[in-house]
């Protein structure tokens, strides 16, 4: 969030708030997503975690920016 109010509210160059936002990304969502074929054990799973994960960043993005 920090990181769009940086882009649209401020003359800032937008090159540091998208270097920001990558490493915001690196330490958030990528460990969690690396993390799920480690906590399911059933390959016929898998792609419903990973649904299931997907569905819950993209709700909490979602929720973020209402």
Same mark, same amino acid.
Do not use: K, Q, R
């Given at each position: 969030? /920090?990181?769009?109010?940086? !882009?649209?509210? %401020? !003359?800032? $160059?937008?090159?540091?708030? !998208?270097?920001?936002?990558?490493?915001?990304?690196?330490? $958030? /969502?990528?460990?969690? #997503?690396?993390? !799920?074929?480690?906590?399911? $054990?059933?390959? #016929?799973?898998?792609? #419903?975690?990973?649904?299931?994960? #997907?569905?819950? /960043?993209? +709700? %909490?993005? +979602? $929720?973020? +920016?209402?």
């Amino acid at each position: 969030m /920090v990181v769009f109010a940086l !882009i649209g509210l %401020t !003359i800032v $160059n937008p090159l540091g708030p !998208i270097i920001l936002s990558s490493f915001a990304l690196s330490f $958030n /969502v990528i460990p969690c #997503t690396a993390s !799920i074929p480690l906590l399911i $054990n059933d390959p #016929t799973m898998m792609s #419903t975690a990973y649904g299931v994960w #997907t569905s819950f /960043v993209s +709700h %909490t993005a +979602h $929720n973020e +920016h209402n």
